[in-house]
């Protein structure tokens, strides 16, 4: 349920907060152009949407929208939240989430104070919120829409992700089969250039390191003569000339022994001294290897760039780093292997894919089966809400049509099956399709039909329509308010509308406002909890900008009627 929802900066909302403190039909009025939609774009902005520069109001300032949710009896929710890794206290029954679009145009959100995607945004807002309206009557012409729906509605959430699970590995197994299948037409050319390949990176025999090593030696031979006289010279200082260290330190040593012999107060010098001989010895030995290997160098610095080219021509060759040539040799031989016995392995991927065909035609067939003798326990549940709605006469059926013979070309990620709604409105019309038929009235009614069917199903607790009345007349938009307001017994439903018949029905009700602030356009949003409030913002949707007596007093019968049909805000409130 939203218990709380906070908008900063917003289209046209400088700062809004609003509560949602209670189950029950709640109902968003205005004029046009107050930005009554507002309050919904905003919730689909923090489940999800696809973010858009002009949400931004002051493009000097960040977006918020944050909301308060509670998951009180709704164990999946936590489920959910602890399947995707986010920390929740144990000890509550609620919530936090919020989106901020920054000024520089970056999208962050948040779960319970932790950094979220927009996908966990998204699922979680399946979990909650079942959002209807205008934009969403294509849903009623979408197969996947419909299906899903349908599966709700029957209890067959389960058998679909079988069915679901088990096609993903079916075309990942009939990828795998036309990967391989094609490699095979080329064989013969493929082998031929696998074997030159493998052969010229064997015969060249790189192996890791090697290039670093022989740039190594590269500098070195490129400076050889130069190192060698240094060297040399170091090494005559050290050792070979008259008055050499070595010469010097000897006679130290000597000297420091005598001295010791005589004062013990010398013996830690002499220590000292012979540490550093010990140490000078290092260095000699170091030194003079490495000038035995710069005299016995054997590689010619042509040897070493000759051997450099290769390896740069190889490396470029096959798009590689020298250090990954040895292991690209290695998998060139896999490939030549697997294109050896290419047919082999497509008899046992074709195996593999006929087993896993036999599971997906019972998967499907089950589902397909299911779903025929649901839709007509649906059609029949739509067409019995639709007779509420003023459409005596309408008709409804879902019209399933399954094909399973023609793999993989008859494979939806849902199933076999295609659904589309056939409608009548009259008695005696032929069904139709939907958008063939249908007014936007009508199409309304029939998605509101829907959701009030899928309501007595699924656990969402959260129902907001956008402008479900739209295109009915008044006395139709007072059933619509009666059947919302049902429906609000067991749910929370939010409504934007422009009908007083439909607002009448409303346990809470939110007026949007707008009003101009230093050449700046605002809305606002006040929950009217004065009955003479309700009764004026009903009277101006009746009227218009000037309420007469006549509309006022329509206004209270409306109202009266209103709390005659259905329970007051404080009987929801008691009752949940």
């Not at 966990?120 to 299906?147: K, N, P, W, Y």
């Not at 005598?258 to 540490?275: G, M």
Request: net charge negative; proline share 2%; charged share 25%.
């Amino acid at each position: 349920m939203l218990l709380h929802l906070h908008i900063k900066n917003f289209i046209l909302i400088e700062e809004l907060s609003l509560d949602f403190n209670v189950q029950g039909f709640h109902v968003l009025s205005g004029e046009t152009g107050a930005g009554k939609s507002i309050v919904i774009d905003a919730l689909l902005a923090l489940l999800g949407a696809r973010a858009q520069k002009e949400w931004i109001r002051d493009k000097d300032k960040d977006l918020l929208i944050e909301a308060a949710l509670s998951f009180k009896n709704h164990s999946s929710v936590v489920s959910f939240l602890n399947t995707r890794g986010f920390i929740l206290d144990p000890l509550a029954d609620e919530v936090v989430i919020k989106r901020v679009l920054t000024k520089e145009g970056k999208s962050k959100a948040y779960i319970a104070g932790q950094l979220a995607t927009m996908t966990d945004m998204e699922q979680l807002g399946a979990h909650l919120f079942l959002i209807c309206g205008q934009s969403q009557q294509q849903r009623l012409q979408d197969t996947e829409s419909i299906l899903l729906a349908l599966d709700q509605f029957a209890g067959l959430l389960e058998p679909r992700q079988n069915f679901i699970n088990c096609a993903q590995e079916y075309i990942r197994i009939e990828e795998h089969y036309r990967a391989i299948e094609q490699q095979f037409k080329h064989r013969e050319s493929r082998l031929i250039e696998l074997e030159d390949s493998i052969l010229e990176l064997q015969e060249a025999k790189i192996q890791p390191g090697e290039e670093a090593i022989l740039k190594s030696n590269k500098q070195r031979l490129q400076c050889r003569d130069k190192l060698l006289n240094l060297l040399q010279g170091v090494l005559s200082l050290l050792q070979d000339a008259d008055g050499c260290i070595d010469q010097q330190l000897l006679q130290t040593k000597r000297l420091l022994r005598d001295l010791a012999k005589i004062q013990e107060v010398y013996a830690n010098p002499l220590e000292q001294v012979e540490k550093i001989s010990e140490n000078l010895l290092s260095v000699q030995r170091s030194l003079s290897s490495e000038l035995s290997k710069l005299d016995n160098q054997e590689e010619s610095l042509e040897q070493i760039e000759q051997r450099l080219s290769l390896v740069s021509r190889l490396v470029r060759k096959y798009r590689t780093t020298a250090d990954e040539l040895e292991q690209w040799c290695i998998s060139l031989q896999v490939e030549h292997q697997s294109l050896l016995h290419a047919d082999t392995q497509l008899e046992q991927i074709q195996k593999e894919k006929e087993k896993h065909e036999i599971s997906l035609l019972k998967y499907g067939q089950h589902l397909s089966s299911a779903r025929q003798h649901a839709s007509k326990l649906l059609s029949q549940e739509i067409t019995s809400v639709l007779k509420t709605l003023n459409m005596p006469h309408a008709r409804v059926v879902l019209d399933i049509q399954s094909a399973h013979d023609a793999l993989p070309s008859s494979l939806r990620r849902d199933g076999f099956d295609k659904a589309r709604f056939l409608v009548s409105t009259n008695k005696g019309d032929e069904l139709l399709p939907l958008d063939k038929i249908a007014s936007g009235g009508e199409q309304s009614r029939i998605l509101l039909s829907l959701q009030s069917v899928l309501g007595r199903y699924a656990s969402v607790p959260v129902y907001i329509f956008d402008e479900v009345d739209a295109g009915v007349s008044g006395a139709v938009g007072e059933l619509i308010g009666q059947r919302l307001n049902a429906l609000g017994a067991h749910h929370q439903v939010i409504c934007v509308t422009h009908l007083a018949q439909t607002a009448a029905y409303a346990h809470v009700h939110l007026r949007v406002t707008k009003r101009i602030v230093s050449d700046r356009t605002l809305s606002e949003v006040v929950t009217l909890t004065h009955p003479s409030d309700k009764e004026d913002e009903i009277a101006r949707m009746l009227s218009g900008i000037i309420i007469t007596e006549q509309a006022r007093g329509f206004a209270k019968t409306l109202i009266h009627q209103a709390y005659q049909h259905g329970q007051t805000t404080q009987d929801i409130a008691s009752a949940s």
